[in-house]
Structure formats: C-alpha cells, structure tokens
C-alpha cells in the first residue's frame, strides 16, 4: 500500500479506512475509504512496514524530508504508541490548529473520535523555553537529545488548608532582616507557626514577610517599617512574596521558609502542635508572569520537591492581587 503526498497530509486509498481508521484510530476519514494521516502518523506506519512508501519514499527519506520539530513529534508518538496509546496529531491531518497542544492522547482502551481524552498534550525539546504563562494549560512532553521522555502534567490548582489563626498584638523589634519579639503570647508559635523561637529562651524571631503579613493584619507593631526595610533588601520581589504569603494564609495553610530547599516557601496544610508538625505538602516557587522557563528549570524544580515527598507549586504573580497557582507534576503515561 501506497501513500501520496497532498498540502501537507499523506493521502492513503484502498482499504485505508477500514485498515488503519476504523480498527486501530490512525488518520481523518474523507471520501470512500481514502484516509487523511498527518505525516507522524504516515512515518509510523511506515516504519510498521503497513505502508511500502510514500510517492517512493521509504521511512528514512520521508523523515529526513520533514521539519526540524519533527523528530521530537515522531519520539513523542511512537513512545506512547509503544504505551498502547491512541493519539491524534493536532494539525494538518485533522484541519485543526494550536499553538500549543500537539496531540489529544485517549485513554487506554479508547480511540478517536469518541474515545476518553486523558491528555492533551505539547511536545517541546530539552533546549527549548515556555512561558510561564503558559503552564497549567496542557501535559508537557520533553524529548532530550537522546530521544528519551520526560512527562510533566501542568495543572492550575487553587490549594486550600486548614487553619486560619492570627495571634493576639504584639509588639516587635525591626532588625536588619528579621524582627524579634520579646516573650510573646505563647498562642503565637504554638497555634499560629509564626516564626522560630531562640532556643532556651522565649524570644521569637519571624522573618521580614512574616512581620510585614502581621503589621496588615493588626496583629504586629514595630519599632520601624517592615514593608520598607523588605523592599530595601528584596526589590519588587518582596512585595510579590508578601501577596504570596497573604493569601496563603488566607486560604488556610501555614507557608514557612523554603530556603533549604531552594523554593521560597514550604507549605503545611495543617499541622497538630509545633512539637508534631505534619508533613509539608507544597514547595512554592515565587515567578513573574513574564518568566520563561527552560525546560531544565522546570525539571530540576519537579526533581527536588520528589526527592523530599513535597509537590512543586509554582506561585505566577502579574504585579496585581492575581495569583496562579499551576502544580507541575512528573508522570509516566
């Protein structure tokens, strides 16, 4: 069997659609049994040896003839192929376009048209960048330069907790970096996880972004002002910690430094006493809208909160109140 290049999809006539369409989900039916295959499709098929050439061309030099993005389409298909996937190209063979989607992956068992979306997905090298903007709106494919997979599902979450506490006024002493309090209300680390004690003693030391979300609350006075001395030290980037942390708090779950991990906060949805602290949840990372990320970025984020039992969440601030709260996740198909 036979396929013929036309305006960009490969053209397959005699039993195509009963063959490849109906039975196994490659291709878009047109008149009779001719079949429409997206030049991914085409390659597979090709490769499977169910296509002898395509206007005489074998699987190496149709491959060879196509579009620099093609390999990492082609690794993409045939990998979850391999997995027992059914999937359909996003564009030429199926008359739709996307910016950003490649592929509608069903689920196991189902096939296009009707079958069970369980992803859509983008395909991007290990080289190349996305903006931040932009997670959240599919599953992402990374093909490295070996060919190997990586699977990341993007997904905007709104997270939520469990305590809302704010201490009884107290009054703090601003220092460099951090603002101290002397001999607190005992409620104040206890119930609320605000800050660290000195040890031996019952002076308690918050950060800059804990003091700052305590003097709006009412709950804090100083000596000084927190918001610009977090501003001094930060820039820009303080404020947009600060939203963060303030509505974190806000929806219930208590944000504590992320430092030893590399993100700005950890994040607990609960906890029990200070003594019997429950597990962190999320690590939280602070971008701008404007932030692209490369591909390794993403990566190393993701790697780092597994390798501590956390989530990556990455909180996307636009210089308003709007917060996006996008959770990247590595999956295997």
Known sequence: MEGHLSGGVVVVGEDAKQRFHDSRGYGIPKKGNEIELDPVEAAHLLLRGDLDNID?????????????????QFSTYL???FRGFHLTPVGASNNLSSSNIDF????????????VVK????????????????????????????GELTYFNTTEIEPNGKKQFLPPPSQGILLTDKVL???????????GF??????????????????????????????????HQGRKIEGDLFDHRLSVYTVLRKRGLIPKTGFKFGFDFRVYQDFNTTENVLHSEYLV????????????????????????????LFAIVDGSSNIRWVLVERVTP
């Open 119 to 146: 992803y859509e997905l983008r395909v991007i090298g290990e080289r190349s960048t996305i903006p931040a903007d932009q997670l959240g709106e599919h599953t992402l494919a990374v093909v490295d330069e070996e």
């Open 285 to 312: 990372k602070v971008i701008k809208s404007k932030h692209v990320f490369s591909t390794k970025e993403l990566s190393l984020n993701v790697r780092l909160a597994v390798g501590v039992r956390k989530r990556t």
């Open 104 to 115: 509608t992956v069903y689920e196991r068992g189902t096939k296009p048209p009707d079958g």
């Open 194 to 227: 605000f800050g660290q004690h000195i040890p031996n003693t019952p002076h308690i030391q918050l950060s800059l972004v804990e003091a700052a979300y305590l003097c709006n609350c009412g709950s804090l006075s100083t000596n000084g002002n927190v918001l």
């Open 79 to 81: 990998d979850l192929r």
């Open 181 to 191: 309090l002397n001999n607190p209300d005992s409620t104040f680390h206890k119930e």
């Open 56 to 72: 005489g061309m074998d699987f190496i030099q149709f491959v060879s003839a196509q579009k620099p993005d093609f390999s990492a």
